[in-house]
């Protein structure tokens, strides 16, 4: 159950809500909704059971919420949530193009990508400065030095800087030069990381763990809403099945899905569910044809020599067509 505080609430409103809660013995947690100061009292589901609480001066409204994730919910929230950051906006109509490199791996490669993207229609550079590779032995990324060419980069082209943060120390410097921090697929389960993300006032990108169901990639953003970050935009990459063709596998079908489930911007990318360059683009169309709000596709200016995924990187060329095309699709199915 959600209960939505009156706005400039008076502490004596408070107190009382607050008494209530304690004397009923309930777990609560406060957070924003929309914007709206909330108290998610999540073992309790019909308003009957806190009797009275929906007749407090300080309570603007009371939402049951039978879902596990409550602030995530459609049913807390009927319509669509717009993120924006810089000129980015995603959701609610809003078509979200976020287009760059894997890594950021010097000054020339991220201006030229920044510059090309931007021309092409991406309002957002994507590129991370803090890796995380499968092999230790593998290229990390730039790190700090990352971040600084990609906050040049913004101050270059206006774009919005979406970039990964890996554990809880890295965070709070991500958010001093991102303008929305990503969460990488295989840390779309780390507790702890989430509790931080819902600490921060950024938007958070948080990617579906590639083996989490959707009720669990759910739960995930509920981590960071319930912390108090009510800005999490979701991004669907792929799922690990039985497919090895494909490096990971695109579920069309959960665009739809979790858009019935959850009023949430959700992102989809393309480049790391196909893994290989020639099926982006197709990968592209169905998923703007399903609903998708904004995609998220790795772009590089010669993928053959890139440091990270240049297997799965658009050239500026084809990126700039590909969108031409993704737009037509867009005015099909709004
Ligand atoms: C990335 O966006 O470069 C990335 C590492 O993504 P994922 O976490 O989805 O593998
Ligand atoms: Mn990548």
């Given at each position: 159950m959600i209960i939505v505080l009156v706005k400039r609430i008076k502490e004596s409103q408070r107190r009382s809500i607050f008494d209530l809660l304690i004397d009923g013995g309930v777990k609560y947690f406060e957070s924003y909704l929309d914007g709206n100061q909330v108290i998610v009292v999540?073992?309790?589901?019909?308003v009957q059971e806190l009797g009275g609480i929906s007749k407090l001066s300080g309570v603007a409204e009371v939402i049951e919420v039978t879902?596990?994730?409550?602030?995530?919910?459609r049913v807390a929230k009927s319509t669509a949530t717009v993120i924006s950051a810089r000129d980015f906006k995603i959701g609610g109509g809003y078509f979200g193009i976020i287009g760059g490199p894997?890594?950021?791996?010097s000054e020339r490669q991220t201006l030229l990508i920044a510059e090309a993207v931007r021309k092409s229609g991406a309002t957002a550079l994507r590129g991370g400065a803090f890796k995380p590779r499968t092999s230790p032995y593998a290229f990390q990324g730039l790190k700090k030095a990352g971040l600084k060419i990609l906050a040049k980069a913004r101050s270059e082209t206006g774009l919005a800087i979406v970039t990964e943060a890996m554990g809880c120390d890295e965070v709070s410097l991500v958010a001093e030069y991102a303008d929305v921090i990503q969460i990488g697929t295989r840390n779309a389960q780390n507790y702890r990381l989430l509790e931080k993300c819902g600490e921060m006032r950024t938007p958070i990108l948080l990617k579906r763990g590639?083996?989490?169901t959707l009720d669990e990639f759910l739960m995930s953003a509920e981590y960071i809403m319930s912390g108090g970050n009510d800005r999490v935009i979701l991004c669907e990459r792929g799922i690990r099945t039985f497919e090895t063709y494909q490096r990971y596998t695109f579920p069309a079908g959960s665009v739809p899905m979790l858009k019935t489930l959850t009023h949430l911007p959700l992102l989809v990318d393309p480049s790391h569910a196909a893994g290989r360059v020639e099926f982006v683009p197709a990968l592209s169309y169905a998923a703007v044809a399903v609903g998708a709000d904004g995609l998220l596709v790795e772009v590089h200016n010669d993928p053959k020599s890139a440091l990270c995924d240049g297997r799965q990187s658009l050239t500026p060329k084809e990126f700039e067509i590909m969108i031409k095309k993704c737009k037509k699709i867009i005015n099909i199915v709004k």
């Open positions: 999540p073992e309790v589901s019909s879902d596990p994730y409550q602030l995530c919910s894997c890594t950021v791996e590639f083996s989490c």
